[in-house]
């Protein structure tokens, strides 16, 4: 079973240029990020992507902390993206590296987890992650720091 998901972009101008993408017939602003030289007047594909795998991460490790970790509360992530201009396999800008550093809140009324079940944790949803899986073939690597854990 297939499903299709749409997303809308329009960008006008060149470096300096302002654009916006809509999900959901709202509106986020566009713009070259200050890093590449640009206005960095909005999000652009870099925070998006970054945005998209840690949301995927996210609920992917709910969905699995709900049956196996049921002291897991709450979950953030933080999603670290590396870009550099690289020659090989293709010449231009490539992410070189991602790297996500989890935050757990457990519950002061649940047994605690080891930290290797809470490790094992964060391994299987980067492993479930299906934008994870879809980017990775092109990312230098991905990194899975330990998860930070603090209390209810």
Partial sequence: ?????????V??????GTGEVK????SVPLSIPTQLKGPGAGTNPEELLLS???????????????RSQPAVRRIEVEVHGSVDFVTQPRRGLHFTEIRYLPHLWLAS?????????LQKLCEQAEEACFITQT????VGRIVLDPPAIHAD
Avoid: N
């Fill in 11 to 16: 960008w006008q101008g060149g470096r300096e």
């Fill in 135 to 138: 980017v990775k073939p092109g």
């Fill in 52 to 66: 998209s795998l840690g949301a995927c991460y996210v609920m992917t490790m709910g969905l699995i902390a709900v």
């Fill in 109 to 117: 009324d649940q047994p605690r987890p080891s930290d290797e079940a």
């Fill in 1 to 9: 079973m297939s499903h299709e998901f749409v997303q809308r972009a």
């Fill in 23 to 26: 999900p959901f017939g709202s």
